[in-house]
């Protein structure tokens, strides 16, 4: 039986922990189930409370493993954009053995080779930003493994993170008794998942990853991420003179940016959005009130992203693109203030099944981070436990058999895991 790819991944967000847990066939994802877990031990993607980080990760997996039927060991671990470096290398890779015939061995060592390469103590290695061969004088980015040559060059660019923010968010998925498979970059992962590594490459991209609490812009050019910033307030400023004023909930002041259906404050109605009886007052919400509370905060957040971004708009106005997306990306709005930028916007849609939401664009773009320089590696360890899932196919299939359908879970499960007859 051939072996499933069941890959894991975790990202340690804004006041949650997000668990995706999927299978890759045929190069895709296949959502399997996603799990989202309210955590305050972080704030401004520092780790403040580990021991909360550490029960909401294990509940995340806990419930997962609850409703797949087998255990999760290993996990794919997003790291914050925090202090994100680039080294480029040019390895020069030689064949001794006389085959005179490149192999994945060869390959293995240039990576090796060009990961030794230690830029500070402050940061560390994490991913590979880009790979590309030169073989008999000509170049390509396809591993050009069964090439006939005596030596040929690797050019490698590689990101590394802060190691401090690193360590203390691999500090507790281990403590949470996980094991790390891989790491990455999440702005990284999100340009796997929204295609920014793969569009234009003299057009330069800035993804736009908006949070509750702050906002990664990350630039990327020439199939390469180049740079990255964090702006130190995300949608929760939004809705602070709200949240002041009639005492909200943070969920209730997400859910109602999404009730903002207009960009032009003066033609919201009175219509009232939001009612909640309090010991102290009554709370009566307006679509109005609502949007000549928020419109101007968004726009003066865009405002920001202009200001920081002028440099690269100034030199390529023509061409520079903004892709919006994380949580934020799902405030409906966003994508009708598009004149608001100083450069073509738009907000990334996901439509992975299973996963639609902004929020999972991380998660699900660290699979396809992970099969990228998994071609080098050659890693065959899934996240899962391989025994556990085997027996659960084998369940699901006997039950298919049978008629025993058991809900759309499993019929979804059956849909995705079952081997081809």
């Known amino acids: 039986m051939r072996k499933k790819k069941v890959y894991a991944t975790l990202e340690i967000a804004d006041q949650e922990i997000r668990l995706i847990v999927l299978e890759i066939f045929e190069g895709r994802n296949n959502v399997l189930r996603v799990e989202r877990v309210h955590c305050s031990g972080v704030q401004n993607q520092k780790i403040i ?35 994100v470096q680039r080294c480029s290398q040019k390895i020069h890779v030689q064949i001794p053995d006389g085959t005179k015939t490149i192999r994945l061995f060869h390959i293995q060592q240039g990576f090796n080779k060009a990961v030794e390469k230690q830029l500070s103590e402050e940061v560390v290695f994490v991913n590979i930003n880009q790979v590309s061969y030169i073989v008999n004088g000509e170049q390509t980015t396809k591993m050009p493994i069964g090439k006939e040559c005596d030596d040929f060059f690797m050019e490698v660019d590689l990101l590394y993170a802060d190691k401090e923010t690193m360590y203390s968010y691999a500090r507790c998925v281990e403590q949470s008794n996980l094991q790390i498979l891989d790491v990455c970059i999440d702005a990284y992962a999100i340009a796997q998942e929204t295609g920014a590594l793969i569009a234009d490459p003299t057009r330069p991209v800035v993804v736009v990853d908006l949070e509750q609490e702050h906002c990664t812009l990350a630039l990327f050019q020439h199939g390469r991420l180049l740079n990255t910033t964090t702006l130190e307030h995300g949608y929760k400023t939004f809705t602070e003179e709200l949240q002041k004023k009639y005492h909200l909930s943070d969920a209730i002041c997400y859910r109602l940016l999404q009730n903002i259906f ?39 957040w865009i405002s920001d992203i202009n200001e920081a971004c002028a440099p690269i708009a100034g030199q390529s106005a023509q061409s520079m693109r903004y892709v919006l997306t994380g949580q934020g990306a799902n405030i409906r709005v966003l994508s009708m203030m598009p004149s608001a930028f100083n450069a073509p916007a738009t907000v990334f849609e996901e439509q992975t099944i299973g996963a639609r939401d902004g929020a999972f664009v991380c998660g699900l773009g660290m699979a396809y981070a992970w099969q990228y320089v998994n071609k080098i590696r050659h890693d065959d360890k899934i996240s899962v436990n391989n025994n556990e899932l085997e027996a659960s196919i084998d369940s699901i299939n006997q039950r298919a058999k049978s008629g025993a359908d058991g809900g759309f879970t499993q019929k979804l499960k059956n849909a995705i895991l079952t081997e081809k007859e």
């Open 49 to 83: 409370d580990e021991a909360a980080v550490v029960k909401a990760i294990q509940e995340a997996c806990k419930n997962a493993q609850s409703a797949l039927g087998f255990r999760i060991e290993r996990v794919l671990l997003a790291i914050p954009s925090i202090n």
């Open 262 to 300: 207009t960009e032009d404050q003066d033609e919201a109605s009175d219509v009232i959005c939001y009612i909640e009886q309090k010991e102290e007052m009554r709370v009566e919400i307006t679509l109005k009130e609502l949007a000549q509370s928020c419109l101007s905060k968004i726009r003066l």
